[in-house]
């Protein structure tokens, strides 16, 4: 009987072996045995040069960091792209990558949205709100539940993820590229008519402007004579000298809770964690 017991237990650690080495092998390890470095590493070899080192996009590739639509997308969605590339773009497809090298990607990429991070509020809400409405006169251009301006992105889902340093990090960055979309330009017409505003469609044939009071006009461009595009946003770059620190953190702490998909943040941060 010991003798048939001891059989049964090294059958069963042999598999036990067997079954942990197969799954190493294979890259199914539970998640969290992952190490950030390694999708760290990975994101630096292969992504940051179009998408940027901070997930932010460049003239190469898309904004991955704060981008709604990639931040919503599932880690399997992701994963896909990641795997097979987006046809008929520059996003190449990585299928010398392994499927724990794709987990430990896609988890970096969460860390670079603020998933993985814990939401802390760095300021008041409430006094963000004022600013956004009045002295940062932020709604100007960007609408939150449709209250706001049109000229800039929806903010409504923006920050419902991301953490408190990167929100505030996108507000004070010095320079950026307009947005496919909200790209600034004067268009000028083989009749002499001048308009200015927003490009939010084109292709080789057509554009499609949105001038500042609204209007949208569609224009075959050999309806034109010029169009001269402008290469910086009209997103302000002086906020970090037009807002002081204690009215950036309450700005960020709005954005952060305007949102109804906004996950529940935890209690202000003490005065010297405080983002300057």
């Known amino acids: 009987m010991c003798r048939t017991r001891q059989s049964i237990l090294v ?15 294979n890259g199914s390890l539970p998640k969290e045995k992952l190490s950030s470095p390694d999708g760290r590493s990975s994101f630096n070899s292969s992504c940051a040069g179009c998408h940027g080192l901070d997930g932010s996009g460049s003239d190469k590739a898309v904004d991955i960091s704060g981008n709604a639509r990639v931040r919503h997308l599932s880690d399997a969605e992701l994963s896909r792209i990641i795997l097979h590339g987006v046809p008929g773009t520059g996003m190449p497809a990585f299928h010398n990558l392994s499927e724990r090298q794709v987990r430990a990607l896609v988890d970096y990429v ?10 802390t509020l760095p300021g008041d809400p409430q006094r963000g709100k004022e600013i956004f409405f009045g002295k940062g006169d932020c709604s100007s251009c960007h609408a939150i539940s449709g209250q706001g301006g049109f000229l800039g992105p929806d903010l409504s889902s923006y920050a419902s993820t991301a953490s408190a340093q990167a929100i505030h990090d996108e507000i004070v960055k010095p320079q950026r590229t307009p947005q496919t979309g909200y790209t600034p330009a004067v268009l000028t ?8 505003g927003l490009i939010r469609n084109e292709d080789n044939f057509s554009i ?13 461009k050999s309806e034109l004579s010029t169009v001269d595009r402008r290469e910086t946003s009209l997103m302000p770059a002086n906020y970090r000298e037009s807002l002081g620190p204690g009215e950036l953190n309450d700005l960020v702490s709005y954005l952060m809770t305007a949102s109804p998909e906004a996950s529940k943040p935890a209690p202000r941060k003490k005065e010297e964690d405080d983002y300057e």
């Open 110 to 119: 969460r860390s670079l949205q603020g998933k993985r991070e814990t939401r």
């Open 11 to 25: 059958v069963l650690l042999w598999g036990l072996s067997t079954s942990v080495s197969l799954a190493q092998a």
């Open 189 to 196: 017409t083989t009749q002499g008519e001048r308009l200015e």
């Open 208 to 220: 499609q402007l949105q001038t500042n009071d609204g209007s949208f006009h569609f224009f075959s």
